[in-house]
Structure formats: C-alpha cells, structure tokens
C-alpha cells in the first residue's frame, strides 16, 4: 500500500497550549515496615515470636518478609534453615511441603550448573526447611537473602513461602538457591525461628519486615 505523504504547510501550528491545573499521582497503600533486627553472636537459633521484644507476626500485615544478611556458620559446609510454630514458638513442627532450585558456579570458572536440589525439598515433612545448604564458615564466606511468608494470621488457608539466597559454599562455590512451598496448616502461625543444621550462627543479621 502507498504511503500518503503530508507537507508541512498543512499543519496549522499557530495555537498556543498552556497546561492548567494539577496532576495528581497514583497512590500505593503498599507499604514496607521494619519491624525488628536481631544480630546473631554465637546463637544456637534465632527466633521471632509475636508479641516478643516488640515482634509482630500477626494479622497487622498481609506479606512478611525476613532478609537474612551475611549469616556465617561457626562450622562448615552447613545448612542454613527456618520452620514456623502455631504455638508462640513451643514447638517449631508445622508441616511443610516445598521445591528447591538451585544455580552454582565455581570461583575458578570450571563448573556452572542449573538444576533441582531434592535434598532441599520436604514432601509434608515436620523438620526444618532449607534455605541453602553447604555454607562455607571461612571468613568471607556467609549466606545473604529473604524469605517471603504471607497470610501468616489465615484460619482458612495453608501459609505459602517463597525464597531466594546466595551463598559462598565451602567448596568454593556460589550458589543461588530458589525455595517454593506451604506451611500446611490452617492455623495462624505466630513465630518463625532461623538456625544452621549444626553449630550456632556465629554472625550476620536477620531484619524482620511487614508489607500493608
């Protein structure tokens, strides 16, 4: 089809325009609230329990999210987790069921890989869910992310969580975990409680958040 061309004598640009009046911009009732950090030194767990030193894990916030930043293991090659509790935090025991990837690459360039990490995964299982695994305990090494936990005060729902972590393995490896799963309770979960499979957290911070 042939283009019709239009000359520039046959635009009348002789009006002028002026803007009047405001412009009002859209408004987000989406807000992220710190709510507590807590600096691990040499702690066997880390746990934040509703109503406890200032914690709030209840209905006040839709989403909750945790950021885990540099968690270093006092002992090597070891895996960092979290579980929930309906019980302000006398027992860390809630069902889960959940699916783990992960992406590595060596520091000396000579392995990269994508794949499923099933030792990672728990199918209704009560224990602790992973985080990331094989964290290295030597000075630089640690393991930074967020865990996203939502409708934590549903009587109704089971309590989806979502994850992603970076981690300095102790084999010299970094390793990008991402973590899927539900908490398979209709109960409101009031407590959630962080900790390495072994040894204490010897350092790093873990900062609570709430999204309303």
Do not use: W
């Not at 000396?108 to 794949?115: E, I």
């Amino acid at each position: 089809m042939a283009l019709s061309k239009l000359t520039a004598d046959s635009f009348d640009l002789t009006d002028n325009y002026a803007f009047t009046g405001t412009v009002t911009p859209g408004s987000s009732t989406q807000k992220l609230f710190l709510i507590k950090n807590i600096d691990a030194s040499s702690d066997a767990t880390i746990s934040f329990v509703n109503g406890s030193s200032s914690v709030v894990l209840d209905g006040t916030y839709k989403t909750y999210i945790f950021r885990f930043i540099n968690i270093h293991p006092e002992t090597d090659q070891k895996k960092f987790e979290f579980n929930v509790s309906i019980d302000g935090g006398s027992n860390y025991n809630v069902a889960k069921t959940s699916t783990f990837l992960h992406a590595y690459h060596g520091e000396d360039g000579s392995s990269a890989a994508l794949g499923y990490e099933t030792s990672g995964d728990l199918s209704q299982g009560t224990g602790f869910q992973s985080l990331g695994q094989q964290v290295g305990n030597a000075n630089d090494e640690c393991i930074s992310g967020e865990l996203f936990l939502f409708s934590l005060s549903s009587t109704t729902f089971v309590k989806h969580f979502l994850a992603n972590s970076n981690r300095a393995s102790g084999n010299a490896y970094s390793v990008n975990s991402y973590l899927g799963g539900y908490a398979t309770t209709a109960s409101a979960v009031n407590a959630v409680q962080f900790k390495f499979d072994s040894g204490d957290i010897d350092a790093g911070r873990i900062a609570l958040y709430g999204i309303k």
